[in-house]
């Protein structure tokens, strides 16, 4: 069994780690962290904006920093957890049902951001977008409480 978290640093990708952690002790968990290109639509079509080999490697080295730390979490909290950092032309939600798919994961965890109303609707919602596209089980961990 592969659970697939996903992981981006925010204060809500950590509650979900925490959550999981002591309810899937001990269970193989990788640890996913996913830089989405910046694309342009010109005329309708999606083109990549270029990037430098040394603007990738940079980002590349952050994101594998950044899927570390979130490795380090999981395994404090009981997962037996690895790291993986994916930079794709794709939505990051769609990278993550990718990812899960291609790891046949079992359940993918994710954290929402608690955006509410317009927000959501303006921005969308990456755990709405996985929740409906993956095809497998997801949890949804809630934003943590504030103040």
């Given amino acids: 069994m592969t659970i697939l978290i996903a992981y981006d640093g925010s204060e809500d990708a950590k509650a979900a780690v925490a959550f999981a952690g002591p309810l899937l002790k001990g269970q193989r968990a990788v640890v996913l962290t996913v830089w989405e290109r910046a694309v342009t639509v010109p005329v309708g079509l999606m083109m990549p904006v270029g990037h430098s080999a040394e603007e990738d490697d940079a980002m590349r080295g952050a994101m594998e920093r950044l899927a570390a730390e979130g490795t380090e979490l999981a395994r404090q909290a009981g997962l037996d957890a690895t790291p993986r950092a994916e930079i794709r032309p794709a939505a990051v939600w769609s990278s993550i049902v990718e990812v899960a798919a291609e ?43 504030t103040g």
């Fill in 103 to 145: 790891l046949d994961a079992t359940l993918i965890v994710t954290g929402t951001r608690g955006l509410g109303g317009l927000t959501s609707l303006l921005v969308g919602s990456t755990a709405n977008r996985v929740l409906h596209h993956a095809d497998r089980p997801v949890l949804v961990v809630p934003a943590p409480k």
